[in-house]
Structures are given as C-alpha cells and as structure tokens.
Nanobody
C-alpha cells in the first residue's frame, strides 16, 4: 500500500512557474511507474506526465510538452513536477498516482491557479 500527498500548488500569473511535489509512503514506491494527472473544473481528470520507476524515461501530454518536467528521487520517495510558462488552461487540481492509476491511491491533490 502506498499513500501519496501532493503539495506545492498555488496562485501564479501567466508565464510563471511552480514546482509540485508528491511524497509517498511505502517501501515499494521505487518500483512503480508514477504519473501526474489534473482535473479542471467541470472536466474529467486527465493525464499530464509519467516517469519510469528508475526515472530514465518520461512522457508528457501534448498540452504540456516542453513546459513541464517530471522527475523523481527514490531515496526521498518523492516525485516532482516542474511547471514553467504556465497558462490559464493549466488551472486544475493536480494529483500524483501510479501510472496506470490505482483507485485507492488518489490523494487530495494540490490546487494550481493561473491568473491572466
């Protein structure tokens, strides 16, 4: 069992940056492919980024490619999402989970609001 706690969200202006963190409990964290997902008001949750268990491979949604970077530190049981050049359409609650996601691993998420 893994518990995930997201942090680092906030209010930022267009073009700004934020770094999200996701701290995981559980000894098996380093064996999981992890992902970031987001849910905007009135929309379904969508995939943002994923990283392999060793951190050597990443993949991104087209909407964030070139602006977001996902990384992980298995020694700290933490994954990160560096978000640059933020746009109003990036406004959402951001969640981390395994990829593919497991229903019982969803946390509270962290709110990101980009103001224009």
């Amino acid at each position: 069992q893994v518990q995930l706690v997201e942090s680092g969200g906030g209010l930022v202006q267009v073009g700004g940056s934020l770094r999200l963190s996701c701290a995981a409990s559980g000894r098996t964290f380093s064996t999981y492919t992890m992902g970031w997902f987001r849910q905007a008001p009135g929309k379904e949750r969508e995939f943002v980024a994923t990283i392999s268990w060793g951190g050597g491979r990443t993949s991104y949604a087209d909407s964030v490619k070139g602006r977001f970077t996902m990384s992980r530190d298995n020694a700290k049981n933490t994954v990160y999402l560096q978000m640059n050049s933020l746009k109003p359409e990036d406004t959402a609650v951001y969640y981390c989970n395994t990829n593919p996601p497991l229903d019982n691993y969803w946390g509270q998420g962290t709110q990101v609001t980009v103001s224009s």
